[in-house]
């Protein structure tokens, strides 16, 4: 397969990836009764549009034959990416469901954890286990690390609450928010089963994102079509005769997510898809720090500080595991 960047361009391109990816769910603060359903309408319309229009401009450089020929060529290829994207896209929207029940942090430490495994199966699945013993242990040691950081975090952030005495009983975890974790969590790691399709198998990144961005787009725009239509909430998520702003937020959503996305894809091939996937689960270090912009840690204990302080410190202990993986 084509590389497209060099390995060090590939990890900084994919950690900033993971900032953008961390950062772009922050629009959920700002909606003021704007469905999620709306938001996630438009973030997949608009990123279908974007990666669309950068693949017809960057394929003449980057294809030896047409998109179509080569698309044909590897149709199986083409529909495992397709479903993969629509997956990823629905589970994310289940995820900003989530979000409202249980909050952002705990949201994603949670499916978080349970999607880094599944993640890192799938994405060995396909491309194989590491020749070297040494390099296997520490995508392990990694793995547990980041998924001990997202439970750190978590604490960190119960730990907050009962600092600021903050009892809300609609972000009690039922059964129920569970199971509908577990289930945002098989549907996300279509994120997985898309990427390493395309990395493992030696398809363009370039058509790999593009593909994935239409999975997305179809998905979405089916699922959210016919809610918009049976609920009658078309002029709604258009904002007939109301604010455009998120809408707008949506767009800017739009180029974090899948722009993010495109900068990953485009590394992998430097990378691989497992180690490539482990970066990117650094985006949960960048919603603690919106938290803290926030000022959602101010006037917090000792004790939150110091859970804080340690969930971020493996996060940067993971990066720096994956960074010691290519030594080997």
């Excluded at 994405?123 to 194989?128: L, Q, R």
């Excluded at 918009?228 to 604010?243: L, T, Y």
């Excluded at 996060?315 to 994956?322: A, D, K, N, P």
């Amino acid at each position: 397969m084509e590389t497209y960047f060099s390995l060090e361009v590939s990890m900084f391109l994919t950690l900033l990836a993971a900032a953008m990816w961390g950062s772009w769910m922050q629009i959920q603060k700002h909606l003021n009764g704007y469905p999620i359903a709306g938001v996630i309408f438009w973030l997949y319309t608009f990123s279908f549009i974007l990666i669309w229009a950068i693949t017809i401009v960057v394929s003449p450089f980057l294809l030896d034959r047409s998109i179509f020929s080569i698309s044909m060529e590897n149709i199986d290829t083409v529909i495992d990416i397709l479903i993969g994207g629509g997956l990823m896209s629905l589970g994310l929207y289940c995820s900003l469901v989530v979000i409202g029940k249980v909050g952002l942090l705990l949201s994603t430490t949670i499916s978080g954890g349970i999607g880094i495994i599944l993640g890192v199966f799938t994405s060995i699945a396909e491309e194989g286990l590491p020749k070297d013993e040494t390099a296997l242990v520490l995508i392990i040691a990694t793995t547990v690390i980041l998924i001990l950081a997202g439970f750190v975090c978590a604490f960190a952030s119960r730990s907050r609450d009962k600092d600021h005495n903050v009892q809300n009983d609609s972000r009690t975890i039922s059964i129920g928010v569970i199971i509908l974790m577990l289930f945002t969590a098989i549907l996300q790691n279509g994120w997985s089963m898309g990427t390493a399709a395309g990395t493992a198998r030696g398809f363009a990144p370039v058509l790999t994102c593009a593909y994935m961005a239409s999975g997305s787009f179809i998905s979405v725009a089916i699922v959210t079509g016919i809610q918009f239509s049976v609920k009658k909430q078309w002029k709604v998520v258009f904002g007939v005769g109301q604010s455009k702003k998120p809408i707008i937020m949506s767009a800017i959503a739009a180029l974090c997510h899948y722009g993010g996305n495109l900068m990953s894809i485009y590394s992998m091939p430097a990378l691989s898809a497992t180690v490539s996937f482990l970066f990117g689960k650094t985006a949960n270090v960048w919603t603690i720090f919106w938290g803290i912009y926030y000022k959602e840690f101010s006037n917090i204990s000792k004790k939150t500080k110091l859970l804080l302080c340690c969930g971020i410190g493996l996060y940067f202990v993971g990066v720096m595991l994956l960074g010691i993986y290519y030594l080997f």
